[in-house]
């Protein structure tokens, strides 16, 4: 999303593992006014590139120390946060 470094497929992650747009913007507080209703119809119409930006970035993301940031996600075996 344009001015927060948060990928948009983050956020559908989230969507899809059942998080309401009350807690992403409790875990995201540059979130407390973006349009996440459109955001979230904008995503869900295009799944299929949801989750391909997903597949494509996801280990990069999670090797970066990013995996705080996904739903439901912890870090991979032997991966700690990027310093």
Do not use: C
């Amino acid at each position: 999303m344009a001015g927060t470094r948060l990928p948009l497929w983050v956020l559908y992650k989230a969507w899809k593992a059942g998080k309401s747009n009350a807690q992403l913007r409790r875990m995201y507080p540059v979130l407390k006014t973006a349009p996440l209703q459109h955001l979230r119809e904008f995503a869900e119409s295009h799944s299929d590139e949801m989750e391909r930006q997903f597949a494509a970035n996801e280990p990069a993301y999670l090797v970066a120390g990013n995996y705080q940031s996904l739903p439901s996600t912890s870090p991979p075996a032997g991966v700690t946060a990027a310093q």
